[in-house]
Structure formats: C-alpha cells, structure tokens
C-alpha cells in the first residue's frame, strides 16, 4: 500500500494541478483518488514523491496554488495552513484505514477546536497632551503618559470642613495633586450637618460611605467638593435598573480575531491613585447586581473570572454610595427605579450621610451669592422654594423645588425677564399639569408679580418672549 506524508500528498496535488489545470476538487481528494488521477494523467509518482523535501513556507504556497485553482473552479474557501494539517491528518488516518489513528486525530481537532479563546487584557492608558514650543514654531503636540495623583501635603478635617473644635477636627489628612478629572473648587459650598461622619469614616478610616437624600439637594455636588478640596479625581458612575454587573466590572469582548477582556466602569476606576469613586443613584441596581458588589466595597478588589486577574484598589481609593432612598425602597413613590436593596450590601457603606434643603437663611445666603440677586428677592424665591417642599409631604406635590431650580429662577429675574416668563421656563414647563397647577397657585400667593417686582427694589421687570411682536421686515 502507498503510504505518502502530508508533504507527498500536497507535491502530488501540485503536479496533478499542473498537468490537468481544468482539475476540479483536487484538495479534497483521497489517496486512492491521487493514484488514480496521476496515474491517469501519467505522472510519475515515486519522482514526486520521492523528490527533495520541502520547506513548511513551500509546502503551505503549494497548498494555496491548489486550493486557489478549486476556489475558482467551486467557490470552495481557501483553508489556512492549520485547518490544512489537521484535514490532511484525518485524510491521511483515513486512507491508511487506521482506526486507533483516526480516533487519536479527531479527538485532538475536537479538543482545539472548543478549546477555549486565548484571553487578554487591555490596560487603557490615557494620553494627555501638552502644548510645547518648538524653536518658534507653533506649538507641537507633547504627548505624556496620563499622571496618577500622589500625596502632597495636609489638611485638618476642622479647616477643611470648618468643623467645630473636637478630636476628629485635628486629625490631619492627605492633600493630593498632579491627578486628572479633579472637580473646582466652589468656596461657597455648605456641608451638610453630619459631613463630620463622613470625615471620620471615609477620609480616616477609609471605609465606604452612603449619601441619602431627596433628589437636587447637592448630594453628588457634595462629594465632588469633597474631592475638590482635597485634589483627588472625582469618578462618577451612574446606576440603573439596568445596569449589569459586567457594565462595572468587565465584559470579554472580540479583538482582532481573538477574544479579549475590557475592564468595566469600576475596574478601570480602582485603578485611579486618591480617587473618590461615586456610585451613584446605587439604589436603582437590580439585587443580583448590587450583591456583585460587595466583595469590592468590603475587601477593595477583584478577581476577574475569565482571566483570573486579581485587581486591587490603587493608592487612597475611596468608595461613596448615594441615592434617594435608605436601601429600603421608595414607599413614597416619587422615584422610579428604586429597589430595596439586599441588607448585605447597604451594611458596607458604614456611615449614612442624610443631605438635605438647607436652612432659609443658608440657601438665601448662598442664592444670592451665586446669582447677585437682592436679599430680599434671595429670601421671596427660598421662601416660595420651601412651600414647595412642604406640599410633597402634604401629597400634592411629587418633588420639592431643587436649589438648581431655584438658581435658574433667581438668575432669569435678574437677567430681567417677566416673572410670568422667569417662572414658566425654569419651574412650570418641566411639570406635569396636574403639579404644574399646583406651582401656579403656589407662585401666585408666594411670589406674586407684585412681591418680585418690591423685592427687587422697584426695578423694571422687563419683557418676556410672549410680548414681543414679531419682527416687520427681518
């Protein structure tokens, strides 16, 4: 019996193509069928065979010379210098009628062929780019590896909270600088009452902290000052009710004809030195996700299932929860989306921060440093503000009026714009009609036309849009 090698078989078939090139389907001929359609065409088979051997690179150019000439004879697809070996190997089992042979080279196609894909891991590095001067030219594009933050300095709790004189507020903390999305300073941000907890729980002692409060009150504006003050990267990441666990913690995802893991929203923000990681509105996550969480929040890492990677919090890497709810659910049903969340995971956040409306003098204080609007006018729209937020619990209303609203407010009246105007664009044209009339009539007893007008010292209240005639002539 003639017994060829694969490198035989692929000589024979590449003379077989060269007698006959009208030849079809030579690549998928047996040992038999190559004897015979040699023998019909007259070659010599013991010279091809026996002629010198061949280099791996000759061996896979012959292959595609014949496995090209049938494409364009069938259309059949060209096979790699792989998938070549292992068909030839079950050709080769199958024409020397050797079934232990042809049972040992299936199984080892079977095993590679679900074996599983080759993993890697993409380590994103982000490039900053600094403008430098190039012998007068203009500026050339720098590029330098993006800087993680690094300690610098200190502060004590007492200064940078202005805390009255206790043990915790002579505790010095880290300053840190040098790292990227660091938030700007407001200096005229006021903490909520308990932040003193937060300092002592989060900023000593490093454990995980919860924010909970009504939805515009600053609870994300807070933490961010935090970092602002302390120049730390400030990290937001935004749950849902449809957030999955690989959004936060990686996912395999093809690349370049394999398989590789992309680090999730979380992963890639452990690894950001001094960072304050805000997971925020984390009571709208699903339990099967929220569970998912607590072996980070408890031990500060996570091992990577698919590629076994252990990742480990950088350097000062600091975990801040917040939401509209305790962790209970929503029993008011003002927010969509909250769930009760498992007791597992809300028992990592050690502290609960409660943020809420600030006093009337304070919010009227800082209104009016942040629009330049008279104080009588800063204490009329707190005033009307706080009537709002008194009518959620009564039932009428779903949500109090947000200090961000009521900023719009003020600054459309200083801007000059109608009260009727200054009103519908920043409060009533984003209610529902049932809540906006509500609005309407609490406006018009708390903050009349008349009210504004005296609050704002007898000014001129200008025009809105729907007093202006149209244009003649534009």
Request: aromatic content about 4%; some cysteine.
């Amino acid at each position: 019996m003639l017994v060829l090698t694969n490198e035989q078989r692929s000589r024979l078939k590449l003379a077989i193509r060269a007698a006959d090139p009208s030849a079809k389907g030579v690549s998928n001929l047996t040992k038999l069928e190559l004897e015979a359609k040699a023998n019909q065409l007259g070659i010599d088979i013991p010279a091809i065979i026996g002629a010198p051997s061949v280099t791996p690179t000759s061996i896979s150019e012959a292959q595609a010379m014949i496995d090209q000439g049938d494409q364009g004879d069938q259309g059949e697809p060209t096979m790699s210098p792989e998938a070549l070996a292992e068909y030839e190997g079950l050709q080769q089992a199958w024409d020397d009628m050797s079934p232990r042979a042809f049972r040992e080279t299936l199984r080892d196609v079977v095993i590679r062929a679900h074996k599983p894909a080759e993993v890697h891991t993409v380590v994103e590095t982000v490039i900053e780019y600094q403008p430098t001067p190039s012998n007068g030219a203009p500026l050339a594009q720098a590029p330098i590896v993006a800087r993680q933050a690094r300690r610098a300095g200190s502060i004590s709790l007492g200064k940078l909270f202005d805390l009255e004189p206790s043990k915790a507020s002579n505790v010095n903390i880290d300053l840190w600088t040098g790292g990227l999305d660091v938030p700007t300073v407001a200096s005229d941000h006021v903490w909520p009452n308990d932040i003193e907890a937060f300092a002592t729980m989060a900023l000593i002692r490093q454990r995980p902290t919860y924010f909970v409060g009504p939805k515009g009150v600053g609870k994300t504006t807070t933490i961010g000052q935090i970092a602002a003050r302390l120049g730390r990267p400030f990290i937001v990441i935004g749950c849902s009710e449809e957030t999955e666990l690989p959004a936060l913690t990686g996912t395999l995802v093809p690349h370049n004809g394999s398989v590789t893991f992309k680090y999730g929203a979380l992963t890639k923000a452990m690894q950001v030195a001094g960072a304050i990681v805000l997971l925020d509105e984390v009571d709208t996550l699903r339990t099967g996700v929220a569970v998912g969480l607590n072996g980070i929040l408890e031990n500060r890492e996570c091992t990577i299932p698919e590629t076994g990677e252990r990742i480990t919090c950088a350097d000062g890497v600091l975990f801040v929860g917040a939401g509209n709810s305790n962790g209970r659910g929503d029993t008011s049903g003002r927010y969509g989306g909250v769930n009760e969340q498992n007791a597992a995971l809300m028992s990592r956040f050690r502290n609960m921060i409660a943020v809420d409306y600030l006093s009337p003098a304070k919010e009227a204080k800082l209104l009016q440093g942040r629009t330049a609007c008279p104080p009588a006018l800063a204490k009329l729209l707190v005033g009307a503000a706080n009537v709002t937020r008194q009518a959620v619990s009564g039932g009428t209303l779903s949500d109090g009026m947000s200090f961000r609203a009521l900023q719009s407010w003020a600054e459309n009246l200083v801007d000059g714009l109608a009260p009727a105007t200054a009103a519908r664009c920043a409060l009533l044209n984003g209610a529902s009609i049932e809540e906006g009339e509500v609005l309407r009539q609490i406006l018009l007893t708390h903050a009349s036309d008349n009210l504004i007008a005296e609050a704002l010292g007898g000014q001129a209240l200008g025009r809105g849009a729907g007093d202006f005639s149209p244009v003649q002539g534009a």
